[in-house]
């Protein structure tokens, strides 16, 4: 059994209705730029986007369509990528040519990134940009140019709203800080 929400949880972040409010404006601002599409692709990134990315799209105006991809990361531990990147599950549509948005939970050192642009642009869209929730930016090791970016987060480890703890938690309606010292999972 997990600990409870109550042994894991900190200290609550991004409440709800701060989630909201941000993914409205960010709706906002993306419908605007891509005003004029022939063709925009959000491609969500699995797990972490999926709560993210149902809800940006409710907000945007602009024709497009989804895909998602799965990719998994060869870590240090449950909580750190290395940034070789192993695709597990691919898109089904070809982006030759479209306005492509990458939707991500959470950028942290930028090797997950990196590695997915790299792999994306080899596909040629016509555009690349990327909408992230959460910005960790004072972890990056790799640069990577944010489009979009929700929240600028400080260096904790955070779950809820589509981020696991060690795979539990994505469904909580906030962004939670952990508890220093609470359990950590070795990777699987
Ligand atoms: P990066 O390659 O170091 O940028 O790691 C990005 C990935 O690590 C994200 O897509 C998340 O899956 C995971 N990650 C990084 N920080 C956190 C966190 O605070 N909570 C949950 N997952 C995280
Ligand atoms: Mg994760």
Do not use: W
């Not at 990719?71 to 695709?87: L, P, Q, T």
């Not at 492509?100 to 080899?122: C, F, H, K, M, Q």
């Not at 929240?151 to 508890?179: A, C, H, M, S, T």
């Amino acid at each position: 059994m997990p600990q409870t929400v109550e042994e894991l949880l900190d200290h609550v972040l991004i409440d709800p209705d701060r989630l909201k409010a941000r993914i409205v404006e960010l709706g906002k601002e993306i419908s605007n730029d891509y005003a004029s599409t022939d063709g925009l692709v959000l491609i969500g990134i699995l797990k972490g986007c999926v709560l993210f990315m149902t809800d940006l799209m409710r907000h945007l105006t602009v024709p497009h369509s989804v895909d998602f991809m799965a990719i998994s990361s060869y870590g240090v531990g449950a909580r750190e990528s290395s940034g070789a990147v192993r695709i597990l599950m691919d898109l089904k549509i070809p982006l030759y040519g479209r306005d492509v948005l990458i939707v991500e939970d959470i950028v942290d050192s930028g090797r997950t990134l990196d590695e997915v642009v790299r792999l994306l642009n080899a596909r040629q869209p016509k555009s690349l940009r990327i909408c992230a929730l959460l910005d960790k930016a004072e972890r990056r090791e790799v640069p990577v140019e944010l489009d979009y970016i929700g929240f600028q987060i400080p260096d904790v480890f955070v779950f809820g709203y589509g981020l696991d703890i060690d795979e539990y938690y994505r469904n909580l309606p906030f962004i939670g800080v952990v508890k220093p010292g609470s359990y950590i999972a070795e990777e699987t």
